[in-house]
């Protein structure tokens, strides 16, 4: 009988212990440094269950794992050791879509900011996506310039993505070669002009390119329809009937401006053209409306190679709560309805779904580009970076002339652990969307995603009890302007290790003395 994740009151039956003086044990003693985590819950290999993890730190490897709690005594002397029962020991999440920002726009984010947030929420490695920073990833040069800035920046393992947009089909293979782990391009305006939309034309020299290559080709799957009620941003300068429903600050005109057409449009284009390559994985990145789901649905049971991601704010935060101006909560896509979310949801728990990872897109900015109302902007300020706000009292508020994107590395598990009280979620669930899946999907599996001997030593000290209310020193990315502030979380990290280093400890040490540890994960997929 399973533990109840929801409780603590059914006890978890042990497996047969392993003997105490065994081999792995003896062969221990020769080892230069070891750190063990021992737990009575733990997921490993996708199962909720006793568990001592065994970590070389100088490897930074997995070496063993018993299917039991062994005590100290049963190590060498001198052995970093800690039982953390009864919290969960969870794999290192895999965040794989976020942006850093660096270098170009680092007032928005940077790897030194965007990386310790992640680590505090138990992110242990994350993607990096090829815009918003300058120069974007669109070829190896502008690889280069980001991993020039990332480096000694990073509490965590970083991965890069490359970009697709018109005419650098033919960069494409030597970012391959250089190491990125995936590339991304937009149907729509991306809002900054370094990294433009492509075409179907763009789209199919992409596969062409990338069709034997291993790596995966994810879209921003947005595109206006031939004959559309709306044109996104643009409608607040059309003439009727393209014009607005309504005013600009409340949160329904700007919902109506973005339908659910633009994203099945976006997907029917994609789709059409998979043939091209049809092994090069595919993926929708960020997915908000149900109403693409049967279409993903259809070409997944043809054999079309495609998966979608949804995000922590997709599965947590509704359009009916979202206040007027309160551009906090402007994203491309947009948050939706309940009945939505719920529908996401449903798809999400699906054996089999097409949503297979969820991520946190976080796409910051500095606070004055949120053009949130004085009542609200006062509270959303940068501990770090201090900026003239000229916008004048009329735009605040404007949901169309506000960044989209919103803040949140760091804080999905909780986020995702506290919407899941109510519908049924087991910490296995987050491990297999968060942990195993998005490493999947980046090419990391066999490295990180779960506990097993052989992958690298990151997990996640996870109490799924204690709250918190999600304040200043709560959101460590470097501007201080997200949805979720001032709401109470359930779920905390107590530490983070990334191959078995301890970068954050929530009760004592914080992030240590050590500085950042991150490793650039530049090996070429296979």
Avoid at 116 to 138: E, H, K, Q, S, Y
């Amino acid at each position: 009988m399973a533990l109840d994740p929801f409780t603590r009151r059914q006890p978890y039956p042990s497996p047969a212990p392993s003997p105490p003086n065994g081999t792995m044990i003896s062969n221990m003693a020769e080892a230069r440094s070891l750190a063990v985590l021992a737990s009575s819950r733990a997921v490993v290999e996708g199962e909720l269950t006793e568990a001592t993890v065994v970590i070389d730190q100088v490897t930074g490897k997995i070496t063993s794992i018993f299917h039991s709690v062994l005590p100290a005594s049963d190590f060498p002397p001198g052995t970093t050791y800690k039982d953390h029962s009864p919290n969960i020991l969870l794999p290192g999440l895999v965040d794989a879509h976020v942006h850093l920002n660096e270098p170009g726009r680092t007032e928005w984010e940077g790897f030194f900011t965007g990386t310790r947030a992640a680590a505090f929420g138990g992110v242990t490695t994350v993607i990096d996506m090829p815009l918003n920073a300058i120069p974007p990833t669109t070829t190896v040069a502008g690889l280069k310039r980001k991993v020039q800035a990332a480096e000694g920046k990073c509490w965590v393992d970083v991965g890069f993505y490359g970009g697709i947009i018109p005419g650098n089909a033919s960069e494409l293979r030597p970012l391959v070669e250089e190491g990125v782990r995936g590339f991304k391009g937009f149907l729509i305006d991306s809002g900054v002009p370094e990294f433009p939309a492509v075409s179907s034309t763009d789209i199919a020299l992409a596969m062409a390119a990338l069709a034997d290559e291993p790596t995966t080709l994810m879209f921003h799957a947005e595109m206006i329809p031939p004959i559309a009620a709306s044109v996104g941003d643009d409608v607040q300068w059309s003439l009727p009937p393209l014009a607005p429903i309504g005013p600009l600050n409340e949160y329904a005109t700007f919902l109506a401006s973005r339908p659910s057409s633009f994203e099945t449009y976006a997907i029917a284009q994609i789709l059409s053209l998979a043939h091209i390559a049809p092994n090069l994985p595919l993926h929708i990145v960020h997915l908000s409306a149900i109403e693409a789901i049967p279409l993903l649905q259809e070409a997944i049971a043809k054999g079309v190679n495609i998966t979608a991601e949804t995000c922590f704010h997709y599965l947590s935060l509704a359009a009916e709560s979202v206040r007027d101006g309160d551009t906090r909560h402007k994203c491309c896509p947009p948050i939706r309805t309940k009945s939505n979310q719920d529908g996401l949801w449903e798809e999400l728990t699906q054996d089999g779904g097409c949503i297979t990872t969820v991520v946190s897109d976080h796409s910051p900015c500095t606070p004055n580009l949120k053009l949130l109302p004085w009542s609200m902007s006062n509270a959303s300020t940068s501990h770090h970076v201090h900026h003239t706000d000229s916008a004048s009292e009329e735009d605040r508020g404007d949901f169309f002339a506000a960044w989209g994107g919103v803040s949140s590395v760091g804080l999905g598990l909780s986020i995702l652990w506290t919407e899941g009280q109510n519908r049924g979620i087991s910490v296995e669930d987050v491990a297999k969307w968060c942990c195993k899946n998005t490493a999947k999907q980046v090419g990391l599996e066999g490295q990180k995603g779960d506990l097993a001997v052989g992958y690298d030593g990151d997990v996640a000290v996870f109490d799924d009890e204690e709250g918190f209310e999600v304040g200043q020193e709560a959101m460590l990315f470097r501007n201080k302007c997200s949805p979720y502030q001032g709401m109470t979380l359930q779920g905390v990290v107590k530490e983070t290790w990334v191959r078995g280093q301890r970068v954050w400890e929530r009760e004592g040490r914080g992030f240590g003395k050590e500085g950042p540890r991150g490793k650039l994960l530049l090996e070429r997929r296979r």
